[in-house]
């Protein structure tokens, strides 16, 4: 019986099946449609006599992985986007905001004891116009309307 020990005989090579990381990318860029990469090359490996599976686990770790990925992205986006969004969709104002900035803007020599304030025309987010009953500190009150604009800043409207 020969002995194939000897330099000049060769064994045939390992076959080696098709390579996996294909699939990764294809699943990563077309997300399930990487399910046609990984059946592709799992019938080729089997055709060759070599174990499947692995395919389908990178298949599924990458759809799982650029799941992951992507929902983070999504997450950051509206993270960053969501309070933008909400704080210019706020209320500008409030009578009881305006109220409490009519009394904290006493000018030099008059000081604002009180302020009420009545929605006339305003919108649903605050801007608008008010009408203020003011007292000042010496006793007087006078009646003013108040123009609030989107920027929250007011003014008193001439009559």
Known sequence: MPTFDVPWYQ????AEGPKAWPVAVFTVIFGI?????????ADDARALG???????????GALV???AIWTLAFGLLVAVWLP?????????MTTAQLE??????SAAGVA?????CVEESVNPDGTGYY???IAFGDGESLSYRISVNHDGTWAEVVR
């Open 100 to 105: 409490q900035e009519i009394e904290a803007s």
């Open 84 to 92: 933008g969004y909400i704080e210019s969709a706020s209320t500008v």
């Open 50 to 60: 070599l174990p499947s599976g692995r395919y389908w686990a990178v298949f599924g």
């Open 65 to 67: 992985g650029s799941f």
């Open 33 to 41: 449609f990487g399910a046609i990469s990984a059946a592709r090359r």
């Open 112 to 116: 604002v004891s009180e302020a009420d």
């Open 131 to 133: 009408d203020c009953q």
């Open 11 to 14: 064994s045939a090579p390992f």
